[in-house]
């Protein structure tokens, strides 16, 4: 190994090595990347949505931007009514009581949630793809939604300024994905199938595949108005300008826009309601007593289900409304 | 543009190493070096064209000024004048675009008022080209550099490699290089010790400090949310960051000395293994090395440095450092990180005096311990989001009571098990902040830091930067030369970081600065 080279020699010897070694690192990295994550839900209908895996963090967004997940963007399109929000809309809006009220009223829903993500990436991904809904859900927990320095997360930003490396990011991703489907059963290497925290999605409707995490139960009781998020005070006008925009936008693409609030620890429906009433937009809030969280912040799967089922009874009213537009 | 990231390093630098040495060599070298002028430019603009104007504005009114002083009568009042004026227009942008909203929110902090809300965003690098050019203006006085020519002036002030987070270079090093760089014959020695360079940096950036990070990040985040973090995980973090901070830092300055290297140029070395040191002193003889000198040459020795006495010494020390938080950063972070090095070197000085009188010598493994327990503990404050969430960290990291342990380890460790548990040590998994895992990564680090040489040693007999000699770079035995082991080696820490760079792309932590 100390044969001598010329250092021109050196220099093109370095390039070509390190070109021929990149597939097979990109496999290293997407076993090593996925690998603290939990292998045990794959199937034709779902892909791994978000793993709390040090390296691997979220896939949805690239998912349904890029897209890595065509199927699953083919269905968004294909949705009359899509639910967007953050992760409380998404644990939320992911039980039965969505498919049932699809079912009666023949308008297909898509559960769009995307953790902690604000409007300005859903705007993005509405025009990118020519999404044109009946009807759009907005979960507001409080202000973050439409306030855009907290609203719009890195890897957001990451998907709308930098679309190239993001491509391989999410490939490499998506490639993880294929090799623990592949490799993982319950004698799987440890290293690469692990138990770790991880919430797996639907293609088909968008719904959050977490009743499998062994900490979700019906835990915690809700407090019913915390106190106003900070934000609210110094950023109003910047909010509701913000949430204007928006909701013109939609209209311009023909799509009749609804506020909600989801109960949870740190959320306002009382600013969500005044965003509601500042931009002329339905509000839609279930009031459930016995509502509970797994986490102190998104709804268990039961009172999800409960949520749901009421707002889905509470929005017919305005499905109407909106059809006879 | 970052030098970690793909669109640098597939496209841009290919294109500008093409671009230049094929102008360079078909016998065009003004070209060469306009075109370098124009990549560098384009590489500036890339983050956000309009300081470009800025950058602009800079380098031209520099440029005046020093032919100004050179005009003026040496010795005169109105030299004097004219670099004074240059220097302070130059500290005032600085003021201005830096630390106005830091200054604002003392003022109304103090008055009570409601603090405006501002809209000045940071110009990427203009801490690094302010100080670049102020040193400029102050050689041209001192008659060390001469008045330069537009575009060799232009090109030294935004050369890529160096402009946005340093080396802080000297004139007369950098700008007697480039006509040189345009005429001699192609260099293959430089360009395989330059790309060696680029790959060693690339990879302590990518495949060491980002995955650091992954380690810091959430201690941090619960020192600012106010939520418990226990002792190993204060410590396990607070140690990540030191590494982060270390290899992100040495990356990016071995990827500068890298690329200059492809253009045929030599930069002085910026990081020559600090956590090395055994004192404070020595510390910073290692650290960042350039705007150490330059903190010395123009502000240390100006506020008298030690030639007026003790007092005066310690004085000049601490308001040297105090500034040298400041630049970091406006906040009050860097300014108690900065003060506290200050004390920190003043007790060192005082130290060396008592030594030396009485004839005692400490073993340097208990001097190593001490100056990296200090830079560890002071690298807290110089992380955290603000001094509350300082005061939490290192809270935790003097609460030895108060213990979490991943339940995984409980079953291997025996009958230590109830002695943890009888301290007061709990088997947890509710956010653990220190695993197995992040045991053998701080033990990989410990090894790279402590007992490796560093790139330059390995390099030294080509050598890779400016002065070597003065640092007294020793050469390694395992000397890198052209031949096939360390091409296998370094073609791996290309390969994997170039990956690196495409699956995670992060900033280095010093273009804040």
Known sequence: MNILVSPRQYVWAVIGLAIVLLPFFTVFEAARRIGDCDASQ????????????????????????????????????????LIIGDSRAGYAFSNDALDQFSKETGLAHYNLAFAGEGNRFIERLIDRHGLKPKMVIINLDGIEFFDQPRGTMQDASELMTRELPSWVQYRVKQLGQKIQRRFCHPAGPSFLCSKGDTVYRKVSNGHWLFQHRP????????????????????????????????????????????????????????????QADAVGVPFVLPELSGLRTFDHSHLAPVSGQRFAAEFVRLLRPYIAQCSSR | ?????????????????????????????VAALWALLVASTFFYGWWNPVYLALIGLSIVGNLAVSGLIAAAPKGSVTRKAIVTSGVAANLLVLAYFKYIGFLLSIVTGISGTES????????????????????????????????????????FVVFFPHLIAGPIVHHRELAEQFVPATHKPMDWN???????????????????????????????????????????????????????????????????????????????INFLSPYKAASLIDFWRRWHITLSQFLRDYLYVPLGGNRHGRARELFAVTVTMFLGGLWHGAGWTFVLWGLGHGVLLIVNHLWRVVANRRAIRLPSIVGWALTFLAVTVLWVVFRASDLTAAGNMLRAMADPRHVLIPTALEAHMGAFSDVFKYWGWRFDDNRPFFSVQQMVFLSGCFFIVLALPNL?????????????EKFAVKASRMMWRPSLAWLVLFAVMLSYASLGTMITASEFLYFRF
């Not at chain 1, 390296?55 to 699953?72: I, V």
């Not at chain 2, 330059?456 to 400016?466: K, S």
């Open chain 2, 190 to 268: 430089d360009f395989a010790v330059g790309m060696t360079l680029f790959a060693g940096g690339l990879f302590k950036k990518v495949a060491i400090a980002d995955y650091a990070s992954t380690f810091v990040g959430p201690v941090y985040l619960n020192a600012t949310l106010g939520r418990p973090i226990d002792f190993i995980g204060a410590w396990g973090g607070a140690l990540a960051y030191s590494f982060q901070l270390y290899f992100d830092f040495s990356g990016y300055s071995d990827m500068a000395l890298g690329l200059a290297l492809l253009f045929g140029i030599r930069l002085p």
């Open chain 1, 42 to 81: 794959y199937s034709d209908d779902n892909f791994l949505n978000y793993c709390w895996g040090r390296l691997y963090g979220g896939y949805e967004k690239g998912a349904y931007f890029l897209p890595t997940e065509p199927a699953a963007l083919a269905a968004v399109k294909a949705a009359s009514l």
């Open chain 2, 1 to 29: 543009m970052l030098f970690n990231s793909p669109e640098f390093i597939f496209i841009f630098l290919p294109a500008v190493l093409l671009l230049f040495h094929g102008l360079r060599v078909g016998g065009r070298p």
């Open chain 1, 215 to 274: 900490h979700v139960a019906e835990r915690y009781d809700i407090i019913a108005e915390p106190s106003l998020p900070p934000q609210w005070a110094t950023r109003r006008e910047a909010i509701l300008e913000e949430a204007r925009l928006f909701v013109e936008h939609m209209k311009r693409l023909g799509t009749c826009v609804v506020f909600t609030n989801i109960p949870g620890e740190d959320t306002s429906p009382s600013v969500a309601k005044a």
């Open chain 2, 456 to 468: 330059y040693e390995f390099l030294a007999g080509f050598r890779p930067a400016l002065e070597t």
């Open chain 2, 116 to 155: 405006p809300e501002l809209h000045v965003a940071l110009p990427l690098a203009i801490s690094f080209f302010t100080f670049t050019q102020i040193s400029y203006l102050l050689d041209v006085h001192a008659e060390r550099t001469k008045v330069d020519n537009p575009l060799s002036y232009a090109l």
